[in-house]
């Protein structure tokens, strides 16, 4: 088993996704895990690069067989990691949702927890500039605050208020990547 998997993780809207974008076209020493969801693909994401988009039934199916490590619902659609993504030999990043934090932590203490914060009105902009519904923002804003009450779990806290670049040296720097 890889005890060099990095797992990030954060607020929606706190730059997480673009982070560990830049670092897997910067770093191909990494790889990244590709989660499973039955939520609607958003425009530029790609089915087995960003996630797995499968339907409901087959998430129960990988589910009651035993195929999943954690999952979560949220607005109705459910994220989960597969078993598989654990094998690799290449240190993965794993993008982990607020209830699969504490689960990896638990089981996987060997991990690298990166945590990506932003302030809250950062994030609000950040989530209707991009074209959220209001009650999705409400509901992230909610999720938002249980972050924070579980921010001490993660060995590193990656203030993202300001240029990505700044968010990815702090990440690179942290994990000796040069």
Known sequence: MNTNHILISGPSASGKTTLIRNLLKNYKSLSFSVSHTTRPRREGEVDGKDYHFITV????????????????????????????????????????????????????????????????????????????????????????DKFQEIKGEFDKIVMNNKSIEEGLKEIVEYLKLD
């Open 57 to 144: 039934d087959d998430f129960l199916s990988l589910i009651k067989n035993g195929k999943i490590l954690e999952y979560t619902i949220f607005n109705g659609n459910y994220y989960g990691t597969s078993f598989s993504e654990l094998s690799s030999k290449i240190p993965k990043i794993f993008d982990v949702e607020y209830e699969g934090v504490l689960h990896f932590k638990n089981n996987f203490p060997y991990f690298k927890f990166i945590f990506i914060d932003c302030d809250k009105e950062t994030i609000k902009g950040r989530l209707s500039n991009r074209g959220d519904k209001e009650k999705d923002i409400e509901a992230r804003l909610k999720l938002y």
